[in-house]
């Protein structure tokens, strides 16, 4: 069961990227999918989740409108597009897997983690 | 909207017990997780649906919640046990963390 991020990178502010997480080891399509942040020195905090169809996703206030998760079961992938990035974004950034299937139950696999650097 | 409140930090020696705590509005119906993060490596569940361990984390680590607070133990703590911990917990429409307990073994 692993999960490996990737996409991270440097990139100025009001930039854009595109991470991925690919998924083995698991019945991916069943799986509601989480995107994590954790920047510098801070605490975790979550950024969204989406459902096991694509059908419906959720996002944290704060990041509405300029990050959209998505996915695609064929190729056992999450994704994270963030748009206007500004320095705040600077972060590790985490997806994860909901554990049996429901949000209720908290986040079991984790993968290693991909940075995103906002700077000029 | 839920907030999560937990100690900054907590400290601890070697062999004792420590208790983690979480506090939010009504925290004991919902289920709640606990996470160990230690620097440069991923984020650990180490409790699930209040107080079921992932059958890699020992015994040592229990969790309870009731009423507004969710509480994490670690029983005879060890070195190795040093870290921060996260509770969090599902709303119905987003993931809400805790603000994280840094765990000192002294």
């Known amino acids: 069961v692993q999960l490996v991020e990737s996409g991270g990178g440097l990139v100025q502010p009001g930039g854009s990227l595109r991470l991925s997480c690919a998924a083995s080891g698991f019945t991916f399509s069943t799986s509601w999918m989480t995107w994590v942040r954790q920047a510098p020195g801070r605490g975790l905090e979550w950024v969204a989740n989406?459902?096991?169809?694509?059908?419906?996703?959720y996002y944290v206030d704060s990041l509405k409108g300029r990050f959209t998760i998505s996915r695609d079961n064929a190729k056992k992938s999450v994704f994270l597009q963030l748009n206007s990035l500004r320095v705040e974004d600077t972060a590790v950034y985490y997806c994860?897997?909901?554990?049996?299937?429901?949000?209720?139950?908290?986040?079991?696999?984790w993968g290693q983690g991909t940075t995103v650097t906002v700077s000029s | 909207s839920l907030e999560l409140t937990q100690p900054p930090s907590v400290s601890v020696p070697p062999g004792q017990t420590v208790s983690i705590t979480c506090s939010g509005n009504q925290l004991g119906e919902k289920y709640i997780s606990w996470y160990q993060l230690r620097p440069g490596q991923s984020p650990l569940m180490v409790i699930h649906q209040d107080d079921k361990r992932p059958s890699e984390i020992p015994a040592r680590f229990s969790g309870s919640n009731s009423g507004n607070t969710a509480t994490l133990t670690i029983s005879g703590t060890q070195a190795l046990d040093e870290a921060d911990y996260f509770c969090q917990a599902w709303d119905g429409t987003t993931v809400v963390f805790g603000g994280g307990t840094k765990l000192t073994v002294l």
């Open positions: 989406i459902k096991p169809e694509g059908e419906k996703t």
């Open positions: 994860a897997r909901q554990y049996s299937s429901s949000p209720h139950y908290g986040m079991d696999v």
